[in-house]
């Protein structure tokens, strides 16, 4: 059913009631203009916002916080109060006797005291009696035009709305365009390395594969689905795999490559083994390696590369977490992704977290994706997975992946190309770093007795920045 109270009028009647969202229950026009409809579809629900409407223009109504019933007396409500607008302000009568705020009869529609019925004896008229329990005017409620054109009443529920968004995003297909350009027209810092690779972690189920076919579906203009995803206790993903996203059916690769994995497990010897992580992101794993949880890659494998270049490792890693099941993480697992975070800090690549089936984890983005931002829920959630996998608010991105549909959106379509942006951004920091170090390396005089300069750098990319400092390379090669 479609609403015929306007957002704005929802949000002046919200604003006196607190952090609440308005759900429909009756239409007249829908249901009957009858007492017996109307009782069917508001009985034993509260709290409640009764509108009327009338041929003058006027919108009036009621709130009451007792469940309607067919009891025929007067319930007590110090909260009632009726209302009408003009224009989009609501203008606000409280109740003077809350002992007869309500009457429950069973033949018309809300009954405010004496004062205000609509639905008046199962008829599309009201009735008015202004100093019964609420005191108003006539001319100010309803302009004396007793006979609906509609009555409505919802539902108060309780809403995790936030008054305004706490990140700014700009959702217009303008903004889809641009952010499209920005990934195509991307170049890593470093001459060598020509796409940057990003590593996708997470819990089986949780999104990983989806995420790619989105991003997928983003430049293709539909979607599509090139990596195995689905619903499985195990993981669907059985083979390490980098996929190069294409601008278009034959477009030209984008400068990024979106590494998958085997989902991780709570249990040991399932899922991905931390030993093939290592292997993984320091770029020794050749593509379609088949995992196997009870023996890690082993350097004499088919493919095995041995000598890595930079263009061949792993330049950010992004956690995938499923926003419905933040609050039930298994130990083993939330131990499982510590072990893994603190062996990537380690290595210096700079980390991510998508927050994956945000839609189904709140009904305000579910309603509406543009709400991403405005729901205190999902920002609670990310509160809580930035605490249990001990990273800033501000790493954390929460994706609408495709799953259901078959043609993209437009407002799905900016999350997730917003959330590749920032997967761009880390992987500059990532080579600003190892620039950095280059640079302190090739400039600081060590005395015969100090540390080694590559002392406390992941081993393959400290014999990689050795080999650029003692041949007096400039800028980045291989």
């Known amino acids: 059913m479609n609403t015929k109270l306007t ?64 009891s025929g007396g007067f319930v007590n409500d ?69 006979n609906l054109t509609e009555c409505e009443v919802y539902q108060v529920e309780e809403s995790t709305e936030l008054e305004r968004p706490w990140r700014t995003i700009m959702w217009e297909s303008e903004k889809r365009e641009e952010l499209i350009e920005s990934i195509k027209s991307y170049k890593p810092t470093v001459s060598s390395v020509t796409q940057a690779r990003v590593l996708l972690i997470g819990p089986v189920g949780a999104g990983k594969s989806s995420f790619f076919n989105s991003v997928n579906s983003v430049f293709r203009g539909h979607v599509t689905s090139q990596a195995i995803s689905g619903s499985s206790s195990t993981s669907l993903t059985t083979q390490f795999r980098s996929y190069s996203v294409k601008a278009g059916r034959e477009g030209k690769p984008l400068p990024i ?57 792993i330049h950010c890693v992004v956690y995938v977490i499923d926003s419905c099941k933040i609050s039930i993480m298994p130990t083993g697992l939330e131990e499982k992704l510590d072990a893994i975070r603190r062996k990537v800090n380690l290595m210096g690549i700079p980390q991510l977290v998508l927050l994956t089936k945000v839609d189904e984890a709140c009904p305000l983005v579910k309603e509406d994706v543009r709400n991403i931002y405005k729901s205190g829920y999902i920002k609670d959630m990310m509160q809580e997975v930035g605490s249990r996998l001990g990273v800033p608010l501000s790493c954390i991105i929460p994706v609408k ?35 950095d170090r280059m640079s302190n390396m090739q400039t600081k005089e060590v005395a015969p007795t100090s540390r080694p300069m590559t002392a406390g750098i992941d081993p393959s990319t400290s014999a990689f920045l050795t080999r650029i400092s003692t041949d007096g390379s400039a800028g980045w090669s291989l």
């Open 7 to 70: 957002k704005s009028r929802q949000r002046a009647i919200c604003s006196e009631l607190g952090r609440v969202r308005l759900q429909l229950l009756y239409k007249a026009s829908v249901h009957g203009f009858t007492g017996e409809a109307f009782h069917q579809q508001c009985d034993h629900r509260s709290p409640t916002v009764s509108v009327g409407y009338n041929n003058s223009g006027f919108v009036f109504g009621g709130y009451t916080k007792q469940p309607f019933n067919q």
């Open 78 to 146: 110090d909260k009632a109060f009726l209302f009408t607008f003009t224009g989009e302000q609501l203008l606000k009568y409280p109740v003077t006797g809350p002992g007869n705020a309500v009457k429950m009869i069973g033949n018309s529609g809300p009954y405010f005291g004496e004062a205000l019925v609509l639905v008046h004896g199962s008829k599309p008229v009201a009735y008015s009696s202004p100093g019964n329990y609420y005191n108003f005017t006539a001319a100010e409620m309803h302009g004396n035009d007793l």
């Open 257 to 313: 490559i979106l590494c998958d994995t085997m989902g991780l497990e709570e249990s040991k010897g399932a899922g991905l083994d931390i030993d093939d992580l290592n292997s993984i992101l320091k770029g020794h794993l050749p593509d379609c390696y088949q995992f196997n949880p009870s023996a890690p890659l082993h350097p004499e494998a088919h493919g095995y590369r041995k000598s890595p270049g930079l263009k061949h490792k």
């Open 401 to 435: 992946n495709y799953s259901e549909e078959l043609e993209v959106d437009t407002d799905c379509d900016i999350l997730l190309l917003s959330a590749v942006i920032q997967m761009l951004r880390f992987v500059d920091n990532y080579f600003d770093e190892l620039s």
